[in-house]
């Protein structure tokens, strides 16, 4: 029977040795049917987008535009900064020159200063008191009685030995009587 297991395994091997698998290397490089054709990738790239942003309330204002025919692209953007200047960057792109830009600012930078306090409209500043600290809460020891001796006696339980107990009192008082532990071990030596 094992013999016979492995000579299957054997063929099983053999057969799957005919076609060497490639664990690691290079993915193999499909190529397109020639019934497929790519509109876009015949036509080269032209577009023109332009966006602009400005809102009174929140204070955001920019805008950004670009257009782009095969490799030459060209565009600018502007951001109004949080100075009161408007930076604005135009840049272009021709071929594989790279992309240039050129910065300009528009506007001088202003920046808060400090409200200057006038004597007269001023007041002194409020003088606070340091609070005075609470005094330390005192405790007492509780005191405690000596115990007195109790006058009555306590009950103390009874043991009868197994083989005193009878029938009777077993029915009458279950649980209420025990008998001495018995040994279990021998004297010692």
Known sequence: MNSKVLILLA????AAADKPVQLYGPPEVQQPSPEYSSEESSEPASYNFEFAVEDGYSGADF?????????????????????GRRQTVTYYVDGDSGYIAEVAYEGEAQYLEPEEESEESSEPAPIYAAPEPKPRPTYSRPTYAPRKPS??????????????ESEEEEEETPNSVYGPPSRSYGAPQ
């Open 63 to 83: 805008n950004h535009q670009e257009e782009r025919e095969e490799d030459n692209t060209q565009g600018s953007y502007s951001v109004q900064l949080p100075d």
């Open 151 to 164: 006058t009555t006696p306590k009950p103390r339980p009874t043991y009868k030995a197994a083989s005193e």
């Open 11 to 14: 063929m099983v091997s053999a």
